[in-house]
């Protein structure tokens, strides 16, 4: 008998690598924040012994889902202005309430609030985009929670930073600073193309070219930005930033949405990442992302929530199941972007994003032990004749039990560990009260 | 100080009648099944006393939800078979399943896992499509909810009628039997334009008009339809069911999907009523309603969740939220379908395609006392800028706690009142194991 730091025995076990596999009644062995075995039950029981074995009968362990893009501080300004034309929600409100509150403070709040939602709806990992990185970093760092976070660039002042010069510094001590962190990994992230000048592209470039980081950025996110880029540059956003070099395996390109055969080509050739934000896209009209042909033509696609701003939440369940119907309509195929692509979308594709699938996306021994358990008995899972159907297209993120990150229990039975709910709910509160107070 | 059978002091009371209307810190109070009277609660405790007095502090009260086009039950089917062209779906799974499966005990038990579905997802009232509807009105009588059933029809033998003429009997026999019900309304419920004739058709009317009945059917769901009616008639579905006389203010077209200007037009000259059914529009490949151009030209639409077995779930709130945004990217316009009009969808417009409207749908005195009361107090719901976005954009359906109908709690605190959870979780199992070996 090897005694293991953890031991969970589940209904199911989901490794999403190999795609489509369900283990029924297996058991998950931790130690050292690692996956050290997935077996059987009834042989895990001969093998193994751990003082901390839980059980999870009812229950489908799955690998943590990844927010491969968001603006965690935006939490703070969930539904302050939906319903808006873009111009009007970003001029009118979101742009002002940014640069009225945008502070340390305000950014350790929000980022404390979205990092508590994705933990309590199974989200282990997310892309984060932007200012104040550094302390949305060391919040993230607190609270146990994986990341990585871009060092944010854009040709405007922000409460951040006045300058490229001041952004790029920020990015660099950020980089420097993290450099060796167990959880958080950093990457580049300018803004986008039309807020973007080809020289701070350059220097967003070079540092990630230095440290060989990703360069995560909103791409093609509307028909507008795709057309002023025509007018003023003569070629389509995406080609400008391949004529710059930009585009690589290490490219994050956001939204994606108004993406013609020349586009999903380029980053099918350059083994660059999508990240899909289909309830985003939905809300802000900005119109339909050619998933499935993206998909298609090699293109490697992970899911993002947006910020709770324009979703209006952090809620990977939804986006998976918003994802796998939506393609089915846009490409007039029913068969298109099924439960399993869906939800590898939302885990391994996300880590192949970030360039962290050696460690985590899929339960694999020696990869992280970064995990959601969803329990699937309520009645609303019934009858249960495939569960990962059942995952993707009847499941809420209210039916997430547990969360871990790298062998940390952070989420138990529906209580966060190393975060106070009714403290949080308290900031959260107050925050509006002034946030209101502000309008 | 009168004595009334109940009242619920609320932190948000959510009439929808009018529009956008947010009561803080009111009460609701219900007397013999129906509202009696919405005022702050400082001034009901000084005029209103009840042995059940509620505290929903942290909570709105919206009108009960009305699910508009549901097949309940199907629900034993949740999962069944996904991600196949539509062909295959009905070919190989669903109707063969129908076949083997679809008898009284078999209706009864998906009925009531169905019911207790919307229960808990706040649904008061729901608009049944299926064959076997005496038990379905039945299951439904026996626990409490409100539903307009359909006598079915369709020109093919099902397990439950084999011919027209017993379609047509059946139906009578049900609306006679519910004719004086409290809670079950009826209606005639012909399958699609494709599967009914032309005399099948004429006969359905005759009924409905006797009886001053809604006719509920599906129209427009695919363009195969459309242009097999085109070829075969010479003119569009819904063209033929109006040359047939079929249109009123009483016709109920459900999924709308491939809608022309002139589909439209018919309508909102008749004052028939839309179901939009988003998630299993997207789901089956079928398309994209054009929801907010029949919104704008004067026809009311009401949100269906169709079956568990295209969806999966019985879910409005994922409904009105996947209805909110959907709309805006189909629209290309960002302010399209506001949360406020996509609550009213959900509620007060079902009432009126139901033609219940001046009992139920929106929380008025002497209506009905029809409640769903959310939660909206977790910090997925926090910050409240406004209570009705977050109701649309950012809740799940387990935030509802309480679920009444007509002065009735049916659902206390999450937990049903008139429905032993074990004993259906157990049914269900049951169900599955069996219509899993019959694969």
Redesign the interface.
């Known amino acids: 008998m090897q005694t293991v730091d953890t031991i969970i025995h589940a209904g199911f076990i989901i490794p999403v690598q190999p795609l489509n596999q369900v283990l029924a009644k297996h058991s998950l062995v931790i130690n050292q924040g690692k996956i050290l075995d997935i077996l059987p039950t009834q042989s895990c029981n001969n093998r193994y012994q751990s003082k901390n074995t839980q059980e999870r009968l009812n229950h489908a362990i799955i690998p943590g889902l990844i927010n491969a893009h968001t603006h965690s501080p935006m939490s ?5 202005a ?5 111009d009007d ?1 970003l001029n009118s409100h979101i742009w002002p309430a940014e640069k009225q509150w945008s502070n340390p403070e305000f950014i350790a709040a929000g980022t404390e ?1 979205a990092i ?2 994705m933990l ?2 199974g989200t282990t990992c997310f892309n984060e985009h932007y200012p104040f990185a550094k302390t949305i970093a060391e919040t993230t760092d607190k609270l146990g929670m994986r990341a990585c976070i871009g060092g944010f660039l854009i040709d405007f002042p922000t409460n951040d930073a006045s300058d490229a010069k001041t952004y790029i510094n920020k990015a660099e001590q950020l980089i420097q600073q993290f450099q060796s962190h167990p959880l958080i990994t950093t990457a580049i992230a300018p803004h986008a193309p039309y807020s973007v000048s080809d020289d701070n592209f350059k220097a967003c470039f070079k540092l990630a070219d230095q440290y060989q980081l990703p360069l995560h950025i909103h791409i093609h996110e509307t028909e507008f930005e795709v057309n002023n880029s025509l007018k003023e540059h003569g070629v389509r956003p995406l080609q400008r930033l391949n004529q710059l070099g930009l585009i690589n395996q290490r490219f994050i390109s956001v939204h994606s949405v108004c993406f013609d055969d020349s586009d999903i080509q380029l980053l099918a050739e350059h083994h660059a990442h999508i990240v899909h934000c289909p ?1 985003s ?8 992302a050619p998933i499935q042909k993206s998909i298609n033509a090699g293109v490697n696609v992970a899911l993002g929530t947006d910020s ?1 701003a324009s ?3 952090l ?1 990977l369940f ?1 986006e998976m ?2 994802a ?3 393609a ?2 846009v ?6 972007l ?2 399993a692509k869906a939800l590898e979308m939302a885990t391994l594709n996300g880590a192949k994003a970030l360039g962290i699938d050696n460690i985590t996306g899929s339960l694999e021994i020696n990869k992280a032990a970064d995990l959601a358990i969803v329990h699937l ?1 309520d ?2 899972s ?5 569960p990962i ?2 995952l993707v ?2 499941t ?4 997430v039990t547990d969360t871990w990150v790298a062998g940390k229990q952070l989420l138990n039975n529906r209580k966060l560990l190393l975060i106070n ?1 009714e403290r ?2 308290i900031s ?2 107050a ?2 009260e002034k ?2 107070k502000g309008l």
Do not use: M
Not at 76 to 80: A, D, E, N, V
Not at 281 to 288: C, Q, T
């Open positions: 703070l300004f969930r539904g302050l939906d319903d808006l034309s873009l929600w609030l508590a939602e309590r709806s309830k896209n939905l809300k802000l009209a900005s119109g339909f709770a979703n209006n939440s809620d939804s199941q918003t796998a119907i939506l089915k309509a490409s007039q195929n029913p068969t298109a099924p439960a008995n009645i609303e019934l009858p249960l004749y495939d159907s059942q297209y009847a809420t993120k209210n039916q709910e949080l709910r959260a509160v925050w509006q946030i209101s």
